[in-house]
């Protein structure tokens, strides 16, 4: 059984279909020879973090500035009486309340 299995190896490496499986087993082999280029497609630089971070940062304070405007709105309602109002403020205020911790905070 053995010779028969050393004699099928050399058909199966000339179908079509085992290219791919030479080409899959020897990729390891290529990101060797690649080297840096291949590392720098795979992970992230520090710049490219801090922009993320920013991104994140710059939507949670427009959130926080929506929120505030909302809370200000239905304060004033509620200060009028409506009491839908009042709760749709403290909702606004405890999102805002949520959401303060993801922001930084500025020195002026």
């Not at 499986?21 to 992970?43: E, F, L, N, R, Y």
């Not at 520090?46 to 991104?55: L, T």
């Given at each position: 059984?053995?010779?028969?299995?050393?004699?099928?190896?050399?058909?199966?490496?000339?179908?079509?279909?085992?290219?791919?499986?030479?080409?899959i087993a020897s990729a390891p082999m290529q990101v060797v020879k690649t080297g840096?280029?291949?590392?720098?497609?795979?992970?992230?630089?520090?710049?490219?973090?801090?922009?993320?971070?920013?991104?994140?940062?710059?939507?949670?304070?427009?959130?926080?500035g929506e929120l505030e405007r909302a809370y200000r709105k239905q304060l004033a309602?509620?200060?009028?009486?409506?009491?839908?109002?009042?709760?749709?403020?403290?909702?606004?205020?405890?999102?805002?309340?949520?959401?303060?911790?993801?922001?930084?905070?500025?020195?002026?």
């Amino acid at each position: 059984m053995s010779r028969f299995k050393l004699l099928l190896l050399p058909v199966l490496l000339v179908l079509p279909g085992c290219g791919v499986a030479m080409g899959i087993a020897s990729a390891p082999m290529q990101v060797v020879k690649t080297g840096g280029k291949v590392v720098d497609v795979m992970t992230t630089s520090q710049s490219e973090r801090d922009e993320k971070r920013g991104r994140e940062i710059r939507k949670r304070e427009e959130r926080l500035g929506e929120l505030e405007r909302a809370y200000r709105k239905q304060l004033a309602k509620c200060q009028r009486g409506d009491e839908g109002a009042c709760r749709k403020a403290d909702q606004a205020r405890a999102e805002m309340r949520a959401l303060m911790p993801g922001v930084p905070y500025e020195a002026r």
